[in-house]
């Protein structure tokens, strides 16, 4: 590990020992944030018990739905926008605008019209997580340098054979960039509607947990999301470093 | 596989080739090229030199079928050249065209393997194309990690395996400096030799065109056309040392003579 | 693009946004979606209410509190950060974690330490805000150019004129890029807050007039914070177009 990885992990820990630290001697109350390692006691126990196996299926199974659904049907989109340029000029403000709004605001509204369910929770997921993967498409597409469809047209490769052998890898990285933001955005979309209101959930249960004054079992939780949502970004960061490398370019 | 002196079968031919860019929003028509006539000699290399703008890389493109000339004809062995590359050319472009995501051996491989060639016949050709430009230690890497002229010369090894007739090279050496061209010079006149190919190279370097072509073309600022077409006399077994004999003198002082005025004008553009 | 093409193209997305709004309220039916004239009209009586004001107050106190807090501490940690190296190698990936987390998840712990008021909101909005201007701002300054503070070395330049006329000028466009993220995402942390556990605030307007299925008043409260950030996001945006064009 390097240096400043060392660094990093000392600076990290020893963040955690001051929290622990603080939480046993009462520096900290109790009621406000309770030690680590009886988070991480508390979570143990709750993962050996399998009761919130269901919830984690189903939270961690609602963000795939979406990340899957936003990466399909954002390229999609992206590769159809990108084919028709004066579409994209009207569209360019839009694309501009689309994060800076709260998109999630819209999130009571499908629940008045869809219904207290999953499908809402899906839907705001997949208009989170969707454009940053059209817009990554646009972007990827645009930097395919214009001499590889001339090296294409040289070795006499049908429009089929050019997209997916040239087009395709050269545009890769920047879709890859489409996909970790489309988890992330999925992620965030997700959990806060489950925290909000939802039937069911990881973040309706930290939510209830709040309610309850139950905090063992809320910080329980809310480290298990944590480390989970960690864990995919690190491994996704990793890919992304590794692309780059090959690629002699700058990881974004 | 080498013949002292180039045949005068012709390989190629331009007749009355004018290229015209159509109006873009708010501009009038773009008269880039011609009328250029242009008889490419079987196994010959031929230079086009000229100031910037002029056109020559349009001509290339024509003649590879990348484009359309706006009038005249373009015939490539015996047959038309309309719009679609026929088989048999092959072209290195100025910019870095290879492919990021595959090694240099795959870079080399790709135009081969899409021609459907047995696992054997890519091993046996891209093994030889990347020995002989000096890739072999390089064949696992991959274009980026690679210097400027290294990622040439993967393009340029793309373009061997498919032994084509007729090599097009538009402005290769553009981005490197002045010593490592010479050198890419002679690895291209190495690569001529051993195919027997004929190639027409691109340049805006004058010693360049001189040093390794049978013949340059001089052409004339926008709209391009040949202003002469100089004979060089060179034995086909040179290397870059040439730029000692008088003779090469003698060449670039005439080809500057023709492009002098030329250039100016060009610049005022 | 001329301006002129750019707002005619901008109002003709407006004008399909509100069609398809249309067609979409045919489709779902009323209590569902309420058809866009009506319900802006509805928007145009509400913002006039005392109750609208109290609330529409409520989320701007907060919202200009956490927009403070987010800006000065993330510039803060961003210089810091952006100027000593060291700093900068090991904090960044841990902003970068903390950037991509949902945090959401931490918002309880920000209601046990701040209580349910607007103080909690303040809060949860900062702490998004934060990450994104301290990332931009120390990238802006790791970007400097050496050139510049060499060219300030040998014109003899003091220490503070080095800052206020080279350095200042020279990362301020990505600062402000930066700045502009963090409105967005601050925005959203109120909002986010209102809606989880408040008594006041635009949120809380939507999440009641969901309870009490008054979706004329939950579309009407969305478009008009989507309106105003889309309006704060463009005015931030002209800015940095311009800077980058002095730069």
């Known amino acids: 590990m390097t240096r400043v990885g060392r660094i990093r992990l000392v600076v990290i820990i020893a963040a955690i020992g001051a929290l622990e630290v603080a939480c046993r001697t009462g520096l900290i109350d109790r009621r406000i944030v309770i030690a680590p390692s009886d988070m991480a006691a508390s979570l143990a126990g709750i993962l050996a018990s399998g009761e919130i196996n269901s919830d984690i299926v189903q939270t961690l199974g609602v963000i795939a739905a979406a990340v899957v659904l936003s990466v399909i049907f954002g390229f999609a989109l992206g590769l159809l926008i990108h084919a028709l340029p004066r579409v994209r000029e009207v569209l360019d403000p839009l694309f501009a605008t689309y994060y800076a709004v709260p998109i999630f605001i819209f999130y009571p509204v499908l629940i008045a019209i869809f219904g207290l369910s999953l499908v809402p929770i899906l839907l705001i997921g997949v208009a989170t997580a969707m454009v940053a993967m059209t817009i990554a498409t646009l972007n990827g597409l645009d930097r395919v340098p214009r001499v590889l469809t001339k090296v294409a047209r040289v070795h006499r490769m049908g429009r089929l054979a050019t997209a997916l052998r040239l087009q395709l890898p050269a545009a890769a990285p920047y879709l890859f960039t489409g996909v970790k933001l489309s988890v992330s955005y999925g992620f965030i979309a997700v959990i806060a509607s489950e925290f909000i209101l939802a039937p069911a959930g990881l973040g309706r249960d930290i939510a209830d947990a709040y309610a309850d004054f139950n905090n063992p079992r809320m910080y329980a939780l809310m480290l298990f999301l944590l480390i989970v949502a960690t864990f995919v970004n690190m491994v996704l960061h990793a890919w992304d470093l590794r692309w780059a490398e090959r690629r002699g370019r700058e990881p974004s | ?269 | 693009m001329s301006a002129a093409r750019r707002a005619a193209d901008t109002l003709a997305i407006a004008i399909v946004l509100l069609l398809m709004w249309q067609a979409l309220h045919f489709v779902v039916g009323e209590t569902a979606l309420p058809r866009p004239v009506p319900t802006l009209a509805y928007l145009a009586r509400l913002v006039t209410t005392a109750r609208f004001a109290e609330n529409a107050a409520a989320t701007a106190t907060a919202f200009a509190v956490a927009l403070i807090l987010a800006y000065g501490i993330g510039l803060a940690i961003g210089v810091w950060m952006g100027a000593h190296r060291l700093s900068g190698a090991v904090g960044e990936p841990i902003l970068v974690a903390l950037y991509s987390l949902p945090k959401i998840t931490l918002y309880p712990v920000i209601l046990l330490i701040f209580g349910l008021g607007i103080s909690g909101k303040m809060a949860f909005g900062a702490l998004h805000g934060v990450l994104p201007v301290a990332l931009l701002t120390m990238a802006a300054i790791r970007n400097i150019s050496p050139v510049y503070l060499k060219t300030a070395r040998s014109l003899k330049l003091s220490r503070w004129q080095t800052i206020m006329t080279v350095l200042f000028p020279a990362t301020l466009p990505e600062v402000v890029s930066g700045l502009r993220i963090g409105l967005t995402v601050t925005l959203l942390g109120v909002l986010l807050a209102e809606m989880f556990a408040s008594k006041q605030g635009l949120g809380f307007l939507i999440m009641n007039a969901m309870s009490l299925l008054q979706t004329e008043e939950m579309i009407a409260v969305a478009v008009l914070l989507f309106a105003f950030a889309a309006l704060a996001n463009a005015l931030l945006l002209w800015i940095e177009h311009r800077l980058h064009r002095r730069v």
């Open chain 2, 1 to 269: 596989m080498n013949r002292e002196v180039a045949s005068n079968a012709s390989h190629a031919q331009l007749g009355g080739v004018t290229r015209i860019y159509p109006l873009a929003a708010g501009h009038s028509p773009v008269h880039a090229l011609g009328p250029v006539d242009l008889d490419l000699r079987m196994g010959e290399f031929f230079s086009v030199v000229g100031p910037s703008g002029c056109g020559k890389s349009t001509l290339l493109e024509i003649l590879a079928g990348l484009q359309r000339p706006t009038a005249g004809t373009v015939m490539f062995e015996g047959r038309s050249v309309m719009g679609d590359v026929p088989d048999g050319i092959g072209v290195v472009f100025q910019e870095d065209a290879s492919f990021p995501w595959l090694t240099v051996w795959d870079n080399a491989a790709f135009g081969l393997r899409r021609a459907g060639a047995s696992a054997a016949e890519v091993r046996r050709r891209v093994d030889d194309a990347v020995a002989f430009l000096g890739l072999r230690d390089f064949a696992r890497a991959y274009p980026p990690q690679l210097s400027g002229g290294m990622r040439q010369r993967v393009c340029i090894a793309r373009t061997l395996v498919l032994q084509p007739r007729l090599i097009l090279l538009d402005e290769p050496f553009g981005a490197l400096d002045a010593q490592t061209r010479l050198l890419m010079g002679e690895e291209v006149l190495r690569l001529w030799r051993r195919t027997s190919a004929t190639v027409l190279l691109i340049t805006h370097a004058l010693d360049e065109a001189a040093m390794l072509s049978d013949r340059v073309g001089a052409m004339s600022a926008r709209p391009g056309r040949f202003i002469e077409i100089i004979e060089t006399g060179w034995m086909r077994e040179r290397d870059s040392t040439i730029v000692r004999e008088p003779a090469f003198a003698e060449i670039t002082g005439r080809l500057w003579a023709n492009l002098r005025g030329e250039s100016i004008k060009a610049l005022a553009h």
